[in-house]
């Protein structure tokens, strides 16, 4: 049984090789999408290359909608998109993967049907194919080299379905779980750098000291320190002393 | 010769798979990057199996530069960051792969030199190399099946690397090219529509054909017409017209 995340479709045209519709599914599968449809596959249908290529995935070929035409496949769809490499001649929308992922979680959100189709790995899909969707993804690839196969075609797009699903880790996120040293503790790390480092005779010469002191109390605000940090920062200096005392 | 495109390094450490280091440099050479460094590669170097498989990107893999250590493919640039699919233990900025990307344009920007590292296949970065990164980039994979291979991960880093350059074709730029149909030319489609609809009886029964006109209207209005569709869509209604006339 697919999952009953809200998703789309991905629907796969007539594709060729057992292998990329197994990888096409991990890909899929990679960002938690397990509703593929296959149209009319050149080998016919279970295709044990995809199967065996898919490993982890295989569920989603077993679960897979076996069709014969597109029509079909996107039926009961209230919008379709479809991926292309090239520009066509056909007037409609054509979205970037990040808007057209936008665009379905907010038709699915509303309880639309969306599929997104994917061509046959030579060819792309064909004009007639296109002109039965109502919008066009286009991957910015280097059009010195716009080589994407099936499966990658599928992962770019499986990933900004993720994206739009929203709580990506980021920075803010994952830094704000750190144990972040206070000022306090800051302002007293310091202290005992600059008692030590003195006694070292550190802040040498004398005209630079005043500067020398600014400095190192500017980096140490300037760093990001959690408390772990800051205790190895004490541990280090405390450490220098006792070997400095060890070997009077 | 490397194009002189300002980017970052991507740096493969010990890589396995040849056929891998040659789907990584395809999926670069896709986003237009194609400044690789292989570090001490498990096969030694140049390797057939990856040229076999680059293809069409096989300069990436005779331009790249060979090293034995991370520390040596990292020495000169300013900013490093490790992809990684585990949280690890360590206290560094966690980015997803957009907003690193973001971070990378605009350090680069600035003239600074940054690297993005990608571990082997089979068990990824270790800790030891994860350290000497500034940050790290974590791929927002489905928890149950985090299978992203090397060549996958490059291509997603790269895609982010081209979202983050902008110019991206959406749906405004495209769409702003088609030569729309002003409003008086849909305003003279309806016209048309409803006098010869008017004369075939399709406004009935009577108390409805004020409610029927409007709907109309409002879906002329409501449709993206272009130019060419309204002329199209005149051309329907004139030959139904021929049609009827030549039936008498």
Tied chains: 1, 2.
Excluded at 110 to 125: D, I, M, S, T
């Amino acid at each position: 049984m697919p999952t009953d995340t809200p998703q789309p479709s991905f629907v796969l045209v007539r594709p060729q090789m057992g292998e990329n519709i197994g990888a096409a599914a991990r890909a899929m599968w990679n960002f938690g999408l397990d509703r593929m449809c296959v149209v009319a596959p050149r080998d016919g249908w279970p295709n044990p290359k995809a199967v065996a290529m898919a490993s982890g995935a295989g569920r989603l070929l077993d679960e897979a909608r076996l069709v014969d035409s597109l029509p079909e496949a996107v039926a009961d769809c209230h919008f379709v998109m479809a991926t292309t490499a090239r520009a066509r001649g056909l007037t409609k929308p054509v979205f970037s993967p990040e808007r057209a992922m936008q665009e379905a979680a907010s038709r699915i959100a509303e309880g639309q049907k969306v599929a997104v189709l994917f061509g046959p790995e030579r060819a792309g899909l064909e004009n007639d194919d296109v002109a039965r969707a109502n919008a066009i993804i286009n991957v910015p690839v280097n059009p010195e080299f716009p080589s994407l196969n099936l499966a990658q075609c599928v992962l770019l797009t499986g990933y900004e379905w993720r994206r739009a699903q929203g709580n990506i880790v980021d920075e803010r996120v994952d830094m704000a779980r750190a144990d972040w040293a206070e000022q306090i503790e800051i302002e007293k790390l310091a202290e005992h750098y600059d008692e030590r480092l003195t006694q070292a005779g550190f802040f040498f010469p004398e005209h630079k000291a005043e500067g020398m002191r600014t400095n190192l109390r500017n980096m140490w605000s300037r760093m990001p320190l959690t408390r772990a940090d800051v205790q190895m920062l004490h541990g280090v200096l405390r450490q220098m002393v006792r070997w400095k005392e060890r070997g009077r």
